[in-house]
C-alpha cells in the first residue's frame, strides 16, 4: 500500500496562502479620496447636527416665560386686609382677580338661588372653597371686559361696556355674556390666599 504523501505533487506547498490579487481593484491610489469624503460628511453632519440643536434651543428659549412672567404665576394675598363685604382686586398674570369677603347674608342669597334660572347652572359651594371667600377672574366671559364690584340688578358684579350681571357668587344672570366669571386655581391657608 502507498502512502498519502505520495499522492501531492512535487514542489506544492501546502502551507502557501492563496494570491487574490487579481480580484482586488486595480487603482488603489483611491483610498485618499475616499478617506477624505468620509471626512467631510462627517464634517458636515455634525455641523448641521449642531446647527439643528442650536436652532431648537434658541426657538425653546425664545418661547418660554420671561422672568416677570414668572415672577407672577403666583400672587399671595393677606386676607386679614379684606374688611367682611368688601373686595379685593388684585393682578395676576396680567388679569385683574375679584378677591370678596363675603357676609352670611350673602352667602345665604347666593345658595337661596334656584339652579333652573340660571343660564351656567353652577352651585355656590362648587365655586367656592370657603363660603366665606369668593375668589375669581375678574374678566368678562362676553368679550373680555372688566366688570364693576358690588353693582348691577344682583349685587354682584355689572359689566358696563355690554350690560352683563353677575350675583354675588359671579354667576351670569342677566346680559349678554354666556358663561360664570371664572375661578382661577388657589390655595386658602394660615389667613393667606394664593393664586396660581
Not at 35 to 62: E, I, N, P, R, W
Not at 119 to 128: C, G, H, K
Amino acid at each position: 500500500m502507498k502512502s498519502t504523501s505520495s499522492t501531492v505533487e512535487e514542489g506544492y506547498d501546502t502551507y502557501k496562502v492563496p494570491d487574490f490579487s487579481k480580484y482586488l481593484r486595480p487603482n488603489k491610489g483611491n483610498d485618499k479620496s475616499r478617506v477624505y469624503s468620509y471626512f467631510m460628511v462627517g464634517t458636515l453632519g455634525f455641523l448641521g447636527a449642531t446647527s439643528a440643536k442650536s436652532t431648537v434651543q434658541d426657538f425653546l428659549y425664545t418661547m418660554s416665560a420671561s422672568a416677570d412672567v414668572l415672577a407672577m404665576a403666583k400672587v399671595e394675598v393677606d386676607l386679614a386686609k379684606i374688611p367682611l363685604g368688601k373686595n379685593l382686586v388684585v393682578k395676576w398674570r396680567g388679569k385683574p382677580v375679584f378677591v370678596r369677603h363675603r357676609t352670611q347674608k350673602e352667602i345665604d342669597e347666593a345658595n337661596r338661588v334656584d339652579l333652573s334660572a340660571l343660564r351656567d347652572p353652577e352651585e355656590d359651594s362648587a365655586r367656592v372653597k370657603d363660603p366665606e371667600w369668593l375668589v375669581m377672574l375678574g374678566v368678562c366671559t362676553h368679550l373680555g371686559c372688566v366688570p364693576i364690584g358690588e353693582s348691577g340688578d344682583y349685587g354682584g358684579w355689572f359689566c358696563p361696556c355690554h350690560g352683563s350681571h353677575y350675583d354675588i357668587s359671579g354667576r351670569i344672570r342677566k346680559g349678554p355674556a354666556p358663561l360664570n366669571l371664572e375661578i382661577p386655581e388657589y390655595t386658602l391657608g394660615d389667613g393667606k390666599l394664593v393664586v396660581g
